[in-house]
């Protein structure tokens, strides 16, 4: 539960959390495990056209969730079922709350629901004096500790079997060891009585079948089926998202549920249930059955033209799965009750703004998540358009408006960044670095060496490194720097241009160009972000170039992906904006896959060792995973993958400033990763990578150079 009053507080509560070692270590395997077990189970398989089918699917659901509801309603009841709709959490629990009193119900058995959760249903019931007993070992495990779920699949993974062998041993009254095999059995032994002498038995749903009146459950314990069989009374509290039209529908989302929550091709129980059935402990041998739906704003959220793609989420969890956020501090940390990035936004549907406030900001926006959602949804995407939702609601902090304003003025922003040329002075160190940072940073911020601005930004270089124009032009390229490769690292602007020497690309660099957006849209400051974009779009038609080439990859996939998202449902900007995204390349692409450059462009002496870290935004964003290593063994660069190569090295732009305890972790584990694999040279595609990675091999004292691959592929042309 989120109860954290503001940032500070929250950042408080988040620097507790990493103290936790068995929470790291716990996570850290099963983060690395769980990457292995869903290749093999998706392995063989059209896995984004499964994606794409579950997505179509879910939309045509929420699109006619009254006529799903009204349909399986009609059938569960010819079926002898009574089905409820809840207008919200408070609704639903007064209903099953009153189901168990009519029915004279005292001990209630109950199967993992999140939705059960969502509406606090067992507060309500014990407030009734009603005997509730949580029958998955996850879900009992929390309900003694009196915690919330963790994980939505695996509600106790934050435990230790030390912890739980504790607990064991209170509830039992006898010392229990931590074999996890024998507490397995010490559970099963005090929970069997409990389903025989329940009177109700409560399940969740994953599917809700309108054609037949059925549901559908997924387990792999089997105390669903027994809280669904042996009590006399059974109620499923469901979403109305889970309501699809066919047997088939919910058959598709099946084959990808267990795959992305656990690495499963299925589950050890799927059941499904239709109608009331024979049920010896019923007076007239027939079960009770009860379906109760739970709107809570989700009929709402099936019409909001940005938010309604959230109902496709099939509640499996792989979000946190891959999240590094998630995997340094864990559910209680990134959640109220839903956690990982789809409880980053349901947080603010169900719960509330006061809940999700602080929560939508611990994104890091790496795209982990969005790459393996079995819906397809945009999960960073639709966070970042909760925070701005935040902002508009509650007010614009003083800094977030100060950047937007400035940035919003290219000039201005331009001049700020060169009067700081001359303002960092007193903290200017050797190499390139701060000799020590400002206050307003320390001491949380002092696990990195931070770069200085440079002499001279790169558009003032323009002149003197701008080649002639090619004899035979193959290409016309237009530049995009970004603010930092044009004044933090016009070095590795420069190397791009030498990198593409004598191959026939006649390049441009637009003066009117600013920074991209981004970390104004990290911020939630939409508005501003908008105007930047036009700004830029507006600087490079004038060009009428081929290629809008950056060496940045969080640029590239900030200009083609979210200037489009942005600007493209306007008229006005539709097909200007699509026109500027299609010619957004990134720097490995262009000289890999546009350019073709060969190993004859390159030296023939051995290279040296080095290794690579895949940006956020480049393997992820734009899809790039091979051209940047085909470029290393191109150039005759040994290349030595390193272990996560893959995994958000920390930075995220803004997110560093706002949680740097998380970005210096995630930092540590990259430089570690780095360092086993014995190169002494680390090769990016973005300088924010570059800034993060460079900073801390710095500031650790590491044996590791850092650098833009366009530097390395300038070295060593022939």
């Given amino acids: 539960m989120q109860d954290a009053k503001n940032l500070k507080e929250y950042r408080k509560e988040i620097r507790e959390t990493l103290g936790n070692d068995f929470l790291r270590t716990a996570m850290d395997n099963f983060a690395v495990a769980y990457r292995g077990s869903r290749a093999n189970a998706f392995k063989g398989m059209d896995e984004k056209g499964l994606i794409s089918d579950i997505a179509k699917a879910k939309d045509c659901a929420a699109a006619n969730l009254d006529e799903l509801f009204a349909k399986f309603k009609e059938e569960a009841e010819k079926r002898g079922a009574v089905v ?65 779920p963790s994980h939505m699949v695996m509600p106790a993974i934050h435990l230790s079997r030390h912890q739980v062998s504790d607990l064991f041993s209170q509830v039992t009254g006898q010392k229990q060891g931590d074999d996890i095999q024998k507490l397995v059995k010490v559970a099963r032994r005090e929970l069997r009585q409990k389903f025989v002498d329940a009177d109700m038995g409560i399940s969740g749903g994953n599917f809700a079948i309108a054609e037949t009146g059925s549901i559908g459950l997924v387990t792999n314990e089997g105390n669903a089926r027994l809280v669904t069989t042996l009590p006399r009374v059974h109620v499923a509290l469901m979403g109305l998202d889970k309501l699809t039209p066919k047997l088939h529908d919910a058959l598709r989302v099946l084959k990808a549920l267990p795959r992305n929550a656990t690495g499963q091709a299925i589950t050890s129980y799927v059941t499904w249930i239709t109608g009331s059935n024979e049920c010896a402990a019923a007076e007239d041998d027939r079960k009770k059955v009860h379906f109760v739906f739970l709107d809570n704003g989700r009929r709402a959220l099936a019409k909001d033209p940005v938010f309604s793609q959230v109902l496709r989420c099939v509640r499996c969890g792989a979000c946190a799965n891959v999240c590094p956020v998630y995997r340094m501090v864990g559910g209680h940390k990134m959640g109220h009750i839903y956690i990982g990035a789809i409880g980053l936004i349901l947080t603010y549907f169900f719960h509330g703004t006061d809940k999700a406030k602080n929560l939508v900001q611990n994104c890091i926006n790496c795209g982990a998540c969005k790459e393996i959602c079995a819906g397809g949804i945009d999960l960073p995407g639709l966070i970042k358009d909760i925070q701005a939702r935040i902002l508009e609601e509650e007010g614009h ?47 949380d911020h002092d696990f990195r060496a931070l770069p200085t601005v440079a002499e001279v930004p790169f558009r003032d270089m323009w002149s003197k490194v701008k080649p002639a124009k090619p004899a035979e032009t193959k290409f016309k390229v237009a530049l995009f720097s970004g603010c930092v490769q044009d004044f933090v690292y016009p070095e590795q602007s420069v190397a791009t241009v030498e990198s593409m020497r004598n191959k026939g690309v006649d390049l441009e660099f637009p003066m009117d160009q600013s920074c991209c957006g981004l970390p104004l849209q990290m911020m939630g400051e939409k508005e501003a972000c908008k105007e930047v974009a036009l700004q830029n779009m507006k600087a490079f038609e004038e060009t009428d170039c081929d290629y809008i080439l950056t060496m940045c990859a969080s640029c590239a996939s900030h200009l083609k992906h979210n200037y489009v998202k942005m600007l493209g449902h306007d008229s006005k900007y539709a097909i200007r904006v699509q026109e500027f995204a299609d010619k957004v390349i990134d720097y490995s692409s262009f000289m890999n896959d546009v350019l073709g450059v060969e190993k004859e462009d390159f030296l023939d002496s051995a290279g040296e060792s080095v290794t690579y870290h895949a940006p956020c935004h480049l393997c992820r964003g734009l899809d790039v995973k091979h051209a940047p290593r085909e470029l290393m063994v191109k150039a005759g660069l040994d290349y030595r993958e390193s272990a996560e190569e893959e995994v958000c090295c920390g930075f995220g732009g803004t997110y560093s400033v706002k949680f740097p305890k998380i970005s210096e972790q995630l930092l540590e584990k990259k430089l570690k990763n780095a360092s086993e694999t014995g190169a002494k040279v680390l090769l990016t595609d973005c300088p924010g990578c570059v800034m993060q990675i460079r900073g801390g091999a710095k500031k650790k004292g590491h044996d590791l150079e850092v650098r833009h691959i366009a530097e390395f592929m300038a070295q060593r042309r022939k």
């Fill in 84 to 148: 409820h709709l809840a207008k919200d959490a408070k609704e639903a629990n007064e209903i099953i709350g009153r189901i168990a009193l009519d029915e004279n119900c005292k001990t209630i058995v109950k199967s993992k629901s999140m939705t059960a959760e969502e509406t606090l249903l067992n507060h309500h019931l014990e407030d009734l004096n009603l005997n509730v007993i949580e029958t998955d070992l996850g879900e009992w495990i929390i309900q003694m500790r009196h915690e919330g």
């Fill in 397 to 443: 902090p003083l800094y977030s408006t100060f950047l937007a304003k400035m940035m919003k003025n290219r000039k201005l922003f331009h001049k700020f960044l060169r009067i700081a040329k001359h303002a960092q002075k007193p903290v200017k160190g050797k190499e390139g670095f701060m000799r020590h940072l400002p206050m307003i940073f320390a001491p």
